[in-house]
């Protein structure tokens, strides 16, 4: 089974300033897709950045990219111009590119963006 | 487009009654996802449909739980006999699966709905 790690149960960062959440994976499989997930206080789960597995490039979106590394099995999320809105907690998510659709989630990290 | 909604948002319920939990997902979307999410945890699966079939159930579905979505459009997830263990959010979520497509596709998550068993 697919299991996915995140060691950082609370960031912080300062607003416009950079920040980089972590998440491991573990899987047998060579084909997947990873996704960050945000979801803010009493809101519901947004879709921040997708990335698939067998795409050598790492994913952007806006303020927002990966450092996808296939081999260590790591998937970092990049925050840039951090800014209050973007306090949440932010999900890694795996998601195995055979017939189960299911999405395994991490634990989860608590992001503050101080003023 | 109005996303996916969920009703009731709150449920507030005595141990041993049966609830019932609603999930619309966006128009036209043929699959459906039920996950469960305690507190500061990351969701986890609970079952998923494709239009009206139910494709895949988590072996946290106990026999207390029973999922259906009969018109391949809303769901309900019903539970049976509640515990106080069965107290988290639950989360629905749904997604377009082109056919000639067998997954990948984006996930679209509702508002979910809090449950209190006391």
């Known amino acids: 089974a697919q299991t996915v790690t995140q060691s950082q149960p609370e960031m912080s960062v300062q607003e416009a300033e950079t920040v980089t959440l972590s998440c491991t994976y573990d899987?047998?499989?060579?084909?997947?897709?990873l996704f960050w997930y945000k979801q803010p206080p009493s809101r519901q789960m947004i879709l921040v950045i997708r990335?698939?597995?067998?795409?050598?490039q790492n994913a952007t979106e806006n303020r927002f990219s990966v450092n996808f590394q296939k081999a260590a099995k790591s998937f970092s999320l990049k925050i840039s111009d951090s800014q209050l809105g973007d306090a949440a907690m932010y999900f890694c998510?795996?998601?195995?590119?055979?017939?189960?659709?299911?999405?395994?989630f991490g634990e989860g990290t608590q992001l503050t963006v101080n003023p | 487009d109005t996303g996916v909604s969920q009703d009731p948002r709150h449920k507030i319920t005595k141990r041993g009654q049966n609830v019932t939990f609603r999930c619309d997902p966006i128009?036209?979307?043929?699959?459906l996802y039920w996950y469960r999410q305690t507190l500061g945890q990351g969701p986890e699966f609970l079952t998923y449909?494709?239009?009206?079939?139910?494709?895949?159930k988590s072996r946290l579905l106990s026999d207390r739980f029973s999922a259906e979505r009969p018109k391949g459009s809303f769901s309900t997830l019903e539970i049976q006999r509640t515990e106080q263990g069965d107290s988290a959010m639950y989360l629905c979520?749904?997604?377009?699966?082109?056919?000639?497509?067998?997954?990948?596709?984006?996930?679209?998550f509702g508002p979910g709905t809090r449950l209190l068993v006391l």
């Open positions: 979520a749904s997604s377009l699966l082109p056919t000639w497509q067998t997954t990948g596709e984006t996930q679209y």
């Open positions: 899987t047998s499989e060579s084909d997947y897709y």
């Open positions: 990335q698939e597995a067998y795409k050598q």
């Open positions: 998510a795996y998601r195995s590119a055979g017939f189960g659709s299911r999405l395994t």
């Open positions: 128009s036209e979307h043929n699959r």
């Open positions: 449909f494709q239009n009206e079939a139910q494709l895949e």
